[in-house]
């Protein structure tokens, strides 16, 4: 029996052998991250790069003023293909992040907004891992490993280095949370054992596909590089691979499977129970970013205040809402909108959602049917870019007044106040 081999002196279809590394070569084992892509031609098949508009993409943590408030914004509008034709990486946007990128060190949040398919145009991100969350619209991702077909309630993680190309089927809408220099894993389970939470076995990688096509007038390779875009040219569709094997891929994961633990008897889990992903630092304990997620569930606490508790954390908050209505604020944070709450930045349930659950009579009753909110958590202290702030026009200047009519309740003579249970 023949001895198989990564890169043997002719490959089997006179194909080019080709590594994509995603860790140090002498990495441990159980963190490194390689896959032999066995392809038409090799990758570096192409014209130098140029420097090419940057849109709304930076890295500039320093263009305004940092802003300690509440943050919340309006969905985000996306351009009309009547009016002005926009893909996947013209429609991307940098709302917030921290951290440097040629340290290795930091995240970004993008929002992307388009109305049309890249065509003979394909990205790669030699910066960071992206975790795409569609809201509007699904997505059909062309990768060099395959192709996905990503649906709102689905994610799907491309990571560092990953060629891929995106066609849309209606104006379309979504969020990237976008780390440097590390790549998402499974959050460890300790007490909860071995199975809870996000199941390996419900990622699904892709299956190898390929095109032999040529492109008359050139094929551009978009890449991000030290934040800043570059393309080249190159005659052939990068999507050329037509076998792998490896553990470094792009892969999907969909949010209804996730499995959902939960306070049974009394008082609140921390929201760190919803963890999907996580992007460890060098911190035991610690997070560059968390993907956290807030599924339809059962709420049985007893004698609790149920929604989210009035909190101010060391960790930076950004949440983002896929549909329905969130639990903490039922309006003013809507689907396709996001709000943003920085280290030390109180936030909390709104007034009226104080008031009807401090009164409501505490039976089982689901939560969250037909939504699904998630969180992107960094230990990082965010900025906002300016587009955030200013240009995007979907700034709420009114987020503050929800906490407004918060009123005392303060009893000093009854400790213990009737209460409805």
Same mark, same amino acid.
């Given at each position: ?197 996000? #199941?390996?076995?419900? @990622?699904?990688?892709?299956? +190898?596909?390929?095109? /032999?096509?040529?492109? &008359?007038?050139?094929? *551009? %390779? ?31 994961? #969909?949010?209804?499977? @996730?499995?959902?633990?939960? +306070?049974?008897?009394? /008082?609140?889990?921390? &929201?760190?129970?919803? *963890? %999907? ?145």
């Amino acid at each position: 029996m023949a001895t198989l081999k990564n890169n043997p002196q002719v490959c089997p279809y006179n194909l080019y052998a080709e590594q994509l590394s995603g860790s140090a070569f002498t990495c441990p084992r159980s963190t490194n991250k390689r896959s032999w892509l066995y392809r038409i031609l090799p990758s570096v098949s192409h014209k130098p790069f140029e420097s090419i508009d940057q849109g709304h993409v930076t890295h500039n943590w320093d263009e305004v003023d940092p802003d300690p408030n509440q943050l919340r914004w309006k969905p985000f509008e996306i351009p009309k293909a009547s009016q002005k034709k926009t893909d996947f990486v013209s429609g991307l946007h940098t709302l917030c992040g921290a951290g440097d990128i040629r340290s290795n060190n930091g995240l970004a949040i993008h929002i992307f907004l388009c109305n049309t398919s890249m065509v003979n145009r394909c990205f790669y991100n030699s910066d960071g891992d992206f975790l795409i969350v569609p809201q509007k619209g699904k997505l059909l991702i062309y990768t060099e490993f395959g192709k996905m077909l990503v649906q709102p309630n689905e994610i799907c993680v491309i990571q560092r280095g990953m060629r891929f190309s995106i066609d849309v089927f209606e104006e379309t809408r979504g969020y990237i949370l976008e780390v440097y220099g590390v790549h998402f894993e499974l959050p460890d389970l300790g007490p909860i054992g071995a199975n809870g939470l996000a #199941n390996p076995r419900d @990622f699904l990688i892709p299956v +190898a596909w390929y095109e /032999d096509r040529q492109v &008359p007038g050139g094929y *551009t %390779v978009i890449n991000k590089y030290q934040g800043k875009l570059f393309a080249a040219k190159q005659d052939t569709s990068p999507f050329n691979v037509v076998a792998w094997h490896g553990n470094y891929t792009p892969y999907k994961y #969909n949010l209804e499977n @996730f499995m959902v633990i939960n +306070a049974v008897a009394f /008082d609140h889990a921390d &929201p760190s129970i919803f *963890t %999907v992903l996580t992007a460890k630092s060098l911190r035991p304990g610690v997070a560059i970013a968390d993907f956290v997620i807030f599924p339809p569930r059962w709420g049985v606490a007893d004698k609790t205040f149920r929604p989210p508790y009035y909190h101010r954390n060391c960790m930076s908050e950004f949440m983002g809402l896929i549909k329905g209505h969130y639990e903490a604020k039922q309006g003013g944070f809507l689907p396709g909108g996001g709000s943003l709450h920085s280290t030390m930045t109180p936030h909390g349930p709104d007034a009226d959602c104080f008031e009807k659950a401090s009164k409501a009579k505490l039976e089982p009753e689901r939560i969250a049917d037909g939504t699904m909110a998630f969180m992107f958590e960094s230990s990082l202290s965010m900025a906002v870019t300016k587009w955030g702030l200013k240009t995007s026009n979907s700034l709420d200047e009114n987020y503050y007044k929800c906490w407004e009519p918060l009123k005392s309740h303060f009893t000093p003579h009854s400790r213990n106040p009737a209460g409805p249970n």
